[in-house]
């Protein structure tokens, strides 16, 4: 079983920037894909950005040079920075692990003010 806790979310003006970290604990496998995705209200979770543990990303277009994706293995941290914040950015944002199964973290709301 692996657990996950998101923090981080909040409200920010647009422009702004957020910062978003996801604490993997339990059974860890070494090759494990972490991402995050979010849920806007009325429509379909979407992916955000992966990160393999050897580092990899990847980004949905939406995000691509606002958002990084980063990681830190020794505490099984995956990260999001989220820069130039946009009102269509507001969502619960959800942590995903996959290893040998996959899980899901219980969100944080991030709300962009417009």
């Known amino acids: 079983q692996v657990q996950l806790v998101e923090s981080g979310g909040g409200l920010v003006e647009a422009g702004g920037s957020l910062r978003l970290a996801c604490v993997a604990s339990?059974?860890?496998?070494?090759?494990?894909?972490m991402a995050w995705y979010r849920q806007a209200l009325g429509k379909q979770r979407e992916l955000v950005a992966t990160?393999?543990?050897?580092?990899?990303?990847n980004y949905a277009d939406s995000v691509k040079g606002r958002f990084t994706i980063s990681r830190d293995n020794a505490k099984n941290t995956a990260y999001l920075q989220m820069n130039s914040l946009k009102a269509e950015d507001t969502a619960v944002y959800y942590c995903n692990f996959v290893g040998v199964r996959m899980y899901w973290g219980k969100g944080t709301l991030v709300t962009v003010s417009s």
């Open positions: 990160i393999t543990s050897g580092g990899r990303t």
């Open positions: 339990g059974t860890i496998v070494s090759g494990n894909t």
